[in-house]
């Protein structure tokens, strides 16, 4: 097959990770694979395979343009694509190009990497999105729950599950970050420095647990709008001296192995793959109760989950593993089994089906 992969950018995420793994995973299986990214102003953060053909596009933007100013963008956009020749067109997060593919009927599946429910749309914009989604041949979510959800108020979307996968980590040893002490034991948590994530939930279980353990280190790795605001917080809650800031890492294979807990404090999520790929190197975690999380932590077994908002329960969560080596082992062990849970190959199996049904 003829596959085009359409994703805005490479500069950094889960989505854009997965993209990567999706792309060269079909070029692998012999389909004839090109990604299109559509700015090109962005870095990659992440490399795109050999075996796969790399088209930028830059989009024409037009301040104050309102409704009319879409129609260069979408010209652009859909001259580009056509140059592709794809049987099939996966899009991730990326709505616009469904349009593009009406415009040139070419069957295109629609990816969403976010739980649905916590976007917030204009009208104008719900409405041109609900027929855009409609004219996808599968619309595919991170979990049973947006499913359902989506069957039940936009069943025209023709929604399925696919989880995203989680691959094994490498068995080598790799040498320990400058900025992790040697005779500490780290928390680790990842992710874009914005509300969505709840990292001033995490900081504020931090301040009940951090005094009872003082060879512990809270370790957020990331970067975003609230950078500043967070560090502040950590001055206001007085515990500074027990947590680093870190910026975006571009591998965090070394990090996972020397860590010792991962902790997720988001609002929502979709599938975080930072998850995945702790839990594959062995991290037990703890989390809040979400979409993504409760689905790939078994509570109780290879991590925990809290209800929402319960920062106390968060704290204690972590300090239960905290203080217990052979908990945090047991737990890690069973974390592993995230590679066979989640699977590439499983992954590439439901996109090739996905994609061969669209092109019937």
């Known amino acids: 097959m003829r596959i085009t992969c359409v994703i805005g950018t490479l500069g950094g995420g889960g989505a854009e990770r997965v993209m990567t793994y999706l792309c060269g995973g079909l070029a692998a299986r012999g389909h004839e694979v090109t990604l299109l990214t559509l700015d090109e102003s962005v870095p990659d953060f992440y490399s795109v395979p050999e075996n796969v053909k790399r088209v930028r596009v830059s989009l024409p933007t037009f301040k104050n343009a309102g409704f009319w100013g879409g129609f260069p963008r979408l010209w652009k956009l859909t001259r580009s694509v056509q140059r592709t020749r794809p049987e099939v067109l996966i899009s991730f997060m990326t709505i616009s190009v469904l349009a593009s593919c009406w415009l040139l009927r070419i069957p295109a599946i629609y990816a969403d990497h976010l739980d649905i429910r916590h976007l917030a749309y204009s009208r104008k914009w719900k409405i041109l999105r609900n027929w855009l989604l409609g004219r996808a041949k599968k619309v595919t979510v991170l979990s049973e729950r ?198 590439l190959e499983t992954y590439l199996d439901a996109y090739e089906t996905l994609c061969r049904e669209a092109i019937k």
């Open 146 to 343: 947006d499913r359902k959800f989506i069957s039940l108020f936009h069943p025209s979307w023709k929604p399925a599950v696919v989880y995203n996968p989680a691959l094994p980590l490498a068995e080598e040893s790799f040498p320990r970050p400058a900025f992790m002490q040697e005779n500490k034991k780290y928390v680790i948590a990842v992710g874009r420095l914005v509300k969505q994530k709840g990292f001033d939930r995490l900081l504020e279980a931090w301040r009940r647990v951090c005094e009872d353990f003082p060879q512990w280190r809270l370790c957020i790795i990331g970067a975003g709008e609230e950078e500043s605001e967070l560090k502040g917080l950590a001055e206001t809650l007085d515990i500074q001296y027990a947590v680093d800031f870190v910026s975006p890492q571009y591998s965090l294979t070394p990090v996972y192995r020397h860590a010792d807990l991962y902790a997720m404090s988001s609002r929502a999520e979709g599938f975080p793959m930072v998850l995945l790929e702790a839990m594959a190197a062995g991290l037990p975690a703890v989390s809040f109760d979400c979409t993504g999380p409760n689905v790939i932590i078994r509570d109780g077994e290879d991590g925990f989950l809290v209800k929402q908002n319960y920062t106390e329960r968060l704290a204690a969560k972590l300090a239960e593993l905290m203080k217990d080596d052979a908990l945090r082992e047991r737990f890690g062990n069973k974390a592993r089994e995230v590679t066979q849970r989640f699977s």
